[in-house]
Nanobody, 112 residues
Framework: QVQLVESGGGLVQAGGSLRLSCVAS?????MGWYRQAPGKQRDMVAI???????NYTDSVKGRFTISRDNAKRTVYLQMNSLKPEDTGVYYC?????????WGQGTQVTVSS
């Protein structure tokens, strides 16, 4: 099991920005971010392969940017133009040959 440590969540007004970070305990294939709003399922926000391929859910395209530093085993999520509907717990996800691992989650709250 890969250990993942997230940071960077918080409370921000609509239109503001936040940057999430997640450090993995070892090198991984794909890293990404998922979001779980209250009463809803956990959904993919953005994922990035080791080679640099990115995938975003439609609602964040043009506002969020995922990046990673493979040497530091870290993935980032730059979130701009935040909206109240972006509120939720953001979970870091990492995939290796042994399967998927999850971080503990970090709360992001966007006030209107």
């Amino acid at each position: 099991q890969v250990q993942l440590v997230e940071s960077g969540g918080g409370l921000v007004q609509a239109g503001g920005s936040l940057r999430l970070s997640c450090v993995a305990s070892e090198s991984v294939f794909t890293m990404g971010w998922y979001r779980q709003a209250p009463g809803k399922q956990r959904d993919m926000v953005a994922i990035m392969s080791y080679g640099g391929n990115r995938n975003y859910t439609d609602s964040v395209k043009g506002r969020f940017t995922i990046s990673r530093d493979n040497a530091k085993r870290t993935v980032y999520l730059q979130m701009n133009s935040l909206k109240p509907e972006d509120t939720g717990v953001y979970y870091c996800n990492a995939v290796t040959g042994r399967g998927a691992s999850w971080g503990q989650g970090t709360q992001v709250t966007v006030s209107s």
